[in-house]
C-alpha cells in the first residue's frame, strides 16, 4: 500500500504535461483525486484514464472527479473552491501545478496580468481558501497534510518588481512568467512561516525543463521556441518525478519551506531566499485578491 492510498489530493492544471503525469501517477498509487482544468474535455479524458487503472473508488475503479475552472479569475478559483469544499472536509495534499506563459500582455477580468494572476494568485488565493481542509487532513501515511507548489529554475530570471507587477511599464513574456515562478517560491516560504506549529508542511519545485507542450499556443518566439526544442526536452512523465516526491515520499514528511529540483533541496536565487521580499509580497497578494471579492 502507498503512502497515498485512499488519500484526497487536490491537482490544479491536470489536463495535460505534467499535470497529467501527476494525476496519473497518484492514481496507480490508489489516491482519491480532485482534478482542476480549465478545458472540461481533456479534464473528463485523464479522468478517464485515472479511472482505468482501477483503485480505491467504487467497482473498482479509481475514485477521480474533475472541477472545470479558469484559474486566471479569482471568481472562479473562488468558485472551484467552494465546490471542492462542498464535497471534502478534509484535503490530505493540495498540489497547485496549473500555470501559463504568454508572449502578449493580456489582462483577466479582475485587470490583473493574466501570467502572474494564474502562476501566482490563483496558487495563493486557492491554498488560502482550502487551507482549513488541508488542516484536517491527515496526509501521505498519516504523518500530516502537504500542499506542493510546481515553480521553476525559471524564476533565476526573474525579479520582482513591486510598482510594476502587472507588466503595464515593460513587458516580456518570458521576464513575467520567470518573475510569477519567483513569486511561486517566495509564496511558499512564507506560507512555510504561516503553517509552523500545525502539522502542515509545504515545499517548491522545478519539474525540469519539459517537453508538454506548455507554451505551444503563443505565436511568434516563444511558440516557436517551444516546438523546436520539445524533441530534446524532458518528457512530462520525468518532468512530474518531483512533484510525486514531494507529495508522497516519507523523507519529507517534516520538511518545509524548501526548494527541490530532482527530488533534492536546492538553493533558489537570493532573491527568492530574501524574506523581507517574501513577506512584501505575501502582504501585495492579499491586498491584490481582496479587489478581486
Do not use: C
Amino acid at each position: 500500500m502507498s503512502t497515498v492510498t485512499g488519500k484526497r489530493i487536490v491537482v490544479t492544471g491536470a489536463s495535460r504535461g505534467i499535470g497529467r503525469e501527476t494525476a496519473l501517477a497518484l492514481g496507480r498509487m490508489g489516491a482519491r483525486l480532485s482534478l482542476v482544468v480549465r478545458d472540461k474535455e481533456r479534464g473528463s479524458a485523464v479522468a478517464e484514464e485515472v479511472r482505468a487503472l482501477g483503485g480505491s473508488g467504487s467497482e473498482g475503479k479509481a475514485d477521480v472527479e474533475v472541477f472545470v475552472a479558469d484559474l486566471s479569475s479569482l471568481a472562479d478559483v473562488r468558485r472551484v473552491a467552494s465546490e471542492i469544499l462542498a464535497k471534502h472536509d478534509a484535503i490530505d495534499v493540495l498540489v497547485n501545478n496549473a500555470g501559463a506563459i504568454l508572449t502578449d500582455r493580456q489582462v483577466t477580468k479582475d485587470g490583473y496580468e493574466a501570467t502572474f494572476a494564474t502562476n501566482h494568485l490563483a496558487y495563493f488565493l486557492l491554498t488560502k481558501l482550502l487551507l482549513d481542509a488541508v488542516k484536517k487532513g491527515s496526509g501521505p501515511g498519516d504523518a500530516g497534510p502537504r500542499i506542493v507548489n510546481v515553480a521553476s529554475d525559471a524564476h533565476h530570471r526573474g525579479s520582482l518588481a513591486f510598482d510594476d507587477l502587472m507588466g503595464e511599464k515593460r513587458y516580456v513574456g518570458w521576464r513575467q512568467y520567470s518573475t510569477s515562478k519567483l513569486a511561486n517560491i517566495l509564496f511558499t516560504s512564507e506560507l512555510a512561516k504561516t503553517l509552523e506549529g500545525t502539522n502542515v508542511t509545504t515545499n517548491s519545485l522545478h519539474p525540469g525543463v519539459i517537453a508538454s507542450g506548455f507554451g505551444h499556443n503563443n505565436s511568434g518566439l516563444v511558440g516557436f521556441l517551444a516546438k523546436v526544442a520539445a524533441p530534446f526536452l524532458m518528457s512530462s512523465e520525468d518532468g512530474a518525478k518531483t512533484t510525486l516526491f514531494l507529495a508522497t515520499d516519507p523523507s519529507v514528511a517534516k520538511v518545509s519551506g524548501k526548494y527541490f529540483a530532482k527530488s533534492r533541496a536546492q538553493k533558489p536565487s537570493r532573491e527568492a531566499r530574501d524574506a523581507s521580499v517574501a513577506k512584501r509580497l505575501w502582504d501585495v497578494s492579499e491586498e491584490l485578491v481582496a479587489r478581486g471579492a
